[in-house]
């Protein structure tokens, strides 16, 4: 079945520190490939999102590629701050399959001032 | 702006109560989600519904049941709950394999 494999955490960064969280999936076929983040005691907000091979999602600085030769979709932000901690989970829907999306087991990051 | 409520952000119950988590979307969505976030096991599935009245066990669905009798409402119910079910409840919509929409979360704490 599809699944999808994130770095464990936590990541500790001090501010202004360049941020890579990996995700790698497998999948048959096409998925979609997203980056939700879930903030302390919120439910999970959708960050960015790709749904075809070398599409780049981004918002709020943060980007992520969608590389089909290596099955990965790394978020990145040049520069992180103390409001970007929070949990990040990547996941994947597969298009024509079933409807039930599959998540990462989620990473934690801590930015320190 | 779209949203998924759930009724309660906090709650605590008693062992052997029935406890009912309750979720609205507001966004005509045909697919519901409940799931359950503990540390270090991320986002289990408890059940799924595609359509009213419609139902599928997701990953670990012993203790719990849900309902569906409208497209925009999904409640979880735990028939006797136990300390072991202490954790967060996160409901979630979305339309197709579109992306999905989490409420806020409910901590549920059994003592």
């Known amino acids: 079945g599809d699944s999808v494999t994130q770095m464990e955490g936590p990541v500790t960064l001090s501010e202004e520190a360049f941020l890579t969280i990996n995700c790698t999936y497998t999948a048959t076929g096409y998925p979609s490939l997203f980056w939700y983040v879930q903030y302390p005691g919120e439910g999970l907000q959708l960050l960015l999102k790709a749904t075809k091979a070398d599409d780049k999602g981004s918002n709020k600085g943060f980007e992520a590629t969608y590389r089909k030769e290596t099955t990965s979709f790394h978020l990145e932000k040049g520069s992180v701050q103390v409001s970007d901690s929070a949990v990040y989970f990547c996941a994947l829907y597969q298009s024509g399959g079933s409807y039930i999306p599959t998540f990462g087991r989620g990473t934690s990051l801590i930015v320190h001032p | 702006d779209v949203k998924v409520t759930q009724s309660s952000r906090y709650l605590v119950k008693r062992t052997g109560e029935k406890v009912f988590l309750e979720c609205v979307q507001d966004?005509?969505?045909?697919?519901m989600f409940w799931y359950r976030q503990d540390p270090g096991l991320g986002l289990r599935l408890i059940y799924f519904s595609y359509d009213v009245k419609m139902k599928e066990k997701g990953d670990i669905p012993e203790g719990y049941s849900v309902s569906r009798e409208k497209k925009e409402r999904f409640s979880l119910i735990l028939e006797s709950a136990s300390t072991n079910q202490t954790s967060m409840y996160l409901c979630?919509?979305?339309?197709?394999?579109?992306?999905?929409?989490f409420g806020q979360g409910t901590r549920l704490t059994v003592v």
């Open positions: 966004m005509d969505h045909e697919n």
């Open positions: 979630a919509s979305n339309k197709g394999v579109a992306e999905a929409f």
